[in-house]
Nanobody
């Protein structure tokens, strides 16, 4: 079992940057694949990025590739999402997620696959 708590959301102008953090409880954080999803008003939750247990392998949605970077610090039980060159269409509630299955880049975009979710943090990008 793991509990996830996101932080770092806020209001930023287009072109700006934010860094989201997700702190996980428990001493076995390193065995979990972790990721970020987002949900805008009236839209379904969509995949943003995922990172393997060791942090070596990552995968990104095409819409954020080259602008967002996912990373993790297993010693601190924390996963990060660095968001640069933000656009108004990035506005959404961002959720941290974790799963126990081995990292599979072909499946991580499926939100049904993930076992644990945080409460979300709002990111608003103004034009």
């Amino acid at each position: 079992q793991v509990q996830l708590v996101e932080s770092g959301g806020g209001l930023v102008q287009a072109g700006g940057s934010l860094r989201l953090s997700c702190a996980a409880s428990g001493r076995t954080f390193s065995i979990y694949v972790t990721g970020w999803f987002r949900q805008a008003p009236g839209k379904e939750r969509e995949f943003v990025a995922a990172i393997s247990e060791s942090g070596v392998t990552t995968r990104y949605a095409d819409s954020v590739k080259g602008r967002f970077t996912i990373s993790r610090d297993n010693a601190k039980n924390t996963v990060y999402l660095q968001m640069n060159s933000l656009k108004p269409e990035d506005t959404a509630v961002y959720y941290c997620a974790a799963e126990r299955r081995p990292f599979d880049s072909t499946l991580v975009a499926d939100s049904a696959r993930w076992d644990y979710w945080g409460q979300g943090t709002q990111v608003t990008v103004s034009s």
